[in-house]
């Protein structure tokens, strides 16, 4: 059975230069997680070392997502060169490895005026889709700067991955301090506030009308769904005062996606199903940060049934990112 997995990260050695070069505090801690282990090798390799651990855990295709922050951190002008940069790397990679390999673009979203435009020259290149963030400095991803974004992606049939990113300052400040530096940035990523940052980047899309001005966009998320999935019931009762033409439950089961990101857990898949249709699930390994073996993989396959299975290994993915493979 094909084996399609969407998150699966990478990174170029010139946006962690101009990222580390970002004077405090705009800087992002979090590529403190690129340089562990052998993290940063990986991260960089588009070519044959890829290849070879995709085909050590039988994945046969990867969509390829460039890791956080992106170029978001970034003033504007840079920001647009090196996303473009990002793009064209990616897509020569793709091309390199067409039987293997997709992208997703990266966009320069401090730059407000230029996201659209990338985006659609990005499609042009044979880029998939989106990766962005919940945010750009203190741009919240549902201001109005970003509905033209949002209408291209709906028109070009792209779909937007939001990806979870270290939460501001200000909120690291009332929420995520008082512990050793190491256990305040864990708390603050991959502990919890990552998480929270996402979904909270996703519910005020939906309150802010998006999917109602635009119905066919397409939104990912990672990590079953950030939380967002296992909270509806207490987020439904926030359509009526927003304003909304329907519950925010049928919003996500409709204009979301949900992956795993190498949360190989039984008991995850169950409580996603029991929110969302199998219809909406999607693998992701979230390499190189999670590496399941192949064995780890077919033994968390085997807990869904061979319709099921085929959907949530390919077939999904496929359609959303219209794949021909």
Known sequence: MTLIAIEEHWFMADLTAALAAVPEP???ESLAFNEMGDNLPRLEDLGEGRIATMDAQGI???????TPPGTHPLPPAEALRLS???NDL???AVNANPTRLRAMCTLPMSSPPDVAAELERAAGLGHVGAMVYGRSGDVFLDDPVYDEFFATAARLGQPVFIHPQLPSRAVRDASYRGFDPMTDLGLATFGWGWHVDA??????LIL???FDRHPDLQVVLGHWGEMLLFWLDRVDSLAR?????QPVSEYVRSNFFITSSGMLNPALLQLALSATSVDRLIFSTDYPFHRPTREQIEAFLAHLPDADRRKFCSANAASLYRLDI
């Open 208 to 210: 802010r009308g998006t």
């Open 199 to 204: 979904a909270t980047a996703a519910l005020r």
């Open 90 to 92: 990616a897509a020569a």
């Open 26 to 28: 705009a800087r992002d």
């Open 60 to 66: 046969d295709v990867s969509i390829l997502g460039l």
């Open 84 to 86: 473009r940069a990002a």
């Open 241 to 245: 005062i927003a304003g909304l033409r």
